[in-house]
């Protein structure tokens, strides 16, 4: 009995170590280093033509060990953890012990988990370490990656009573087989007779015995582990379906990285569940970091609705249970809001009141809103104002509000082709102006592409809608809710009729003329004007284009 308890910690093994490691060697100045590998078998190497050789050659033989590692079968369950092995110094370095230059204290050791193989690599790019390790070591210590889990050692269940195996030449001692915690972590060899009857006389009282297993009792399951947002989750966490609901939300998240295609309420409420788990998480154990990802779990969770109201054209808070067709939206709310800011902008810097010099200025800004240059082509030009497009080109060149290349005309413009399109500079766009927006390339893009989408409607070209006509379809679309409705709810629906006609370049009492044509094209369902404000509703087919009040 002695022997096998004597035994138990003997057949684990140390956990396996390869440290990779990166030194200069020869004169400072050149920049030499020598790849040295903790292993024997592994040859030095010598890079003298600086670190940047040295590093690749460095992580293609970490990969090399890590690959004849798994082959071998990965790290293996009944090995000591090589970080308690170190006394734990990979995560809780003394910083006396340099200083004093003398032996490092012992620190209280609270290894658990299954074991791991973990690869390390400290910031400087100079040291890579593959090491064995227990779990709750791997996820203590900085900069350290988890590549496999080994599986759990093997359980062998207690005998029953009267089953002990007993040995003829082994003499009956205080330690017997049951007492596992005793066997599993004993550092010293048996005690003799006499040493053990002096021990137990001055021990104030005897370590209590485990209890054994009942007849027909379940075995012990294993608690299953696992990993959240770069993060192991401990094995003694408490509660424990905080810890359950951690791993879970962990296996989630991974899943639906695996799924085709997107589903934004299901990771708005992933990233909802994640708030909460990482809230109580950070109660528990006082970690401020796990509350600022619960916070950042949080705004994620929020984005993530945004965006999918965005899609679909529902307020934030009408998502649930909200009826009707979907529609996919060209714009964001946020890009929305960015459009009206040009429309707002074009109407107080336009060169001339005509509506068709407003048009123009109007997509020549957006062509170089970022920058304050663009590239236009004569189809561009010829789709905005049709016969006028030379006229109003050479107005806007007249007064300086356009710049052409020096050796191009406005002729030439008309006539360019996509394949050679014109640059044009808008001189009060520059970078070395005010900055009258704040959106990026890709808003630029996407809102230069809604509004040559709502010029361009096939059915107010078949009417042969004016320029006027098409400025008016431009400021209802923008200035429209999710449904189509014009105005902001809360304004008393509709839209101010002086500020309408003020960007038609109408006067107040022509609106109602150009609306009606705006029905005849079915852009808009009905339109009403009273008490000063102009009422109406997007047809169907528009809605895609609203500005999503």
């Known amino acids: 009995m002695v022997a096998e308890a004597g035994t138990q910690q003997d057949e684990r093994v140390a956990g396996r170590v390869w440290t990779v490691r990166l030194d200069p060697y ?5 920049g030499a280093v ?44 009944d090995a000591w953890c090589a970080c308690r092995g170190a006394d734990c110094a990979w995560h809780t370095p003394d910083p006396e012990a340099g200083r004093r230059g003398g032996t490092r204290p012992p620190v209280a050791v609270s290894c658990g988990g299954p074991m791991v193989l973990t690869v390390y690599a400290d910031r400087a790019g100079r040291l890579w370490r593959i090491a064995e390790m227990c779990a709750r070591c791997a996820a203590a210590i900085p900069n350290c990656r988890v590549l496999d889990t080994a599986p759990p050692p093997a359980r062998t269940a207690p005998a029953g009573p009267g089953q002990a195996s007993k040995t003829p030449d082994a003499e009956p001692t205080g ?24 021990s137990t006389a001055a021990a104030p009282a005897s370590v209590p015995r485990a209890r054994a297993a009942s007849p027909g009792a379940a075995p012990r399951r294993t608690k299953r582990w696992g990993k959240i947002a770069q993060r192991i989750v401990p094995y003694d966490l408490e509660p424990d379906v905080l810890r359950l609901e951690l791993i879970e939300l962990g296996d989630s998240f991974r899943a639906y990285q ?38 950042r779990a949080e705004t994620a969770a929020q984005t993530t609705r945004e965006m999918h109201a965005n899609r679909n054209g529902q307020l934030v808070g009408d998502m649930e249970g909200a009826d009707g067709p979907v529609v996919e939206r060209l714009l964001t709310r946020g ?7 040009v429309l707002d902008y074009v109407a107080a810097h336009a060169p001339h009141p005509d509506a068709e010099v407003r048009l123009a200025a109007l997509m020549l800004t957006l062509r170089a809103a970022r920058a304050g240059t663009g590239n236009i082509t004569g189809q561009d030009v010829t789709g905005w104002l049709k016969d006028d497009a030379e006229r109003v080109l050479e107005q806007l060149v007249a007064c ?4 052409l290349p020096d050796t191009g005309t406005v002729a030439d413009l008309v006539a360019s082709r996509p394949e050679d399109a014109t640059p044009i500079t808008v001189p009060a766009l520059l970078p070395d102006r005010p900055r009258p927006f704040t959106f990026g390339k890709n808003n630029r893009s996407r809102i230069s592409g809604w509004a040559q989408k709502v010029v361009g409607d096939r059915k107010l070209r078949k009417k042969k809608a004016t320029a006027t006509a098409r400025l008016l379809a431009l400021y209802t679309a923008a200035h429209s809710r999710p449904d189509g409705r014009l105005g902001r709810p809360d304004d008393g629906g509709g839209l101010p009729l002086d500020e309408v006609a003020a960007f ?15 029905i005849a094209a079915d852009w808009l369902t009905e339109a009403d004007i009273a008490e000063g404000r102009l009422r109406g509703q997007l047809t169907e087919r528009v809605l895609p284009l609203s500005g999503l009040l």
């Open 26 to 30: 020869g004169r400072p100045s050149a």
């Open 34 to 77: 020598r790849l040295s590998c903790s292993r024997p078998a592994c040859a030095e190497q010598r890079f003298p033509d600086g670190a940047t050789a040295g590093r690749k050659a460095a992580i293609g033989h970490v990969n090399a060990h890590l690959a004849h590692i798994r082959t071998g079968g990965g790290p293996r369950g």
């Open 175 to 198: 330690g017997t087989v049951e007492d596992g915690v005793v066997a599993m972590f004993s550092d010293h060899a048996p005690l003799s007779p006499a040493a053990e009857t002096s």
């Open 258 to 295: 695996q799924r085709p295609e997107p589903d934004l309420v299901l990771l708005a409420e992933l990233h909802e569940r994640k708030a909460r788990a990482f809230r109580l998480w950070a109660d528990v154990s006082d970690d401020g970091a796990l509350r600022h990802e619960a916070e």
């Open 335 to 341: 890009q929305a809001v960015h459009a009206r800011t």
């Open 400 to 403: 300086g509000w356009l710049h």
């Open 504 to 518: 038609c370049t109408l006067l107040p009492e022509q609106v109602a003329e150009h609306a009606e044509l705006l």
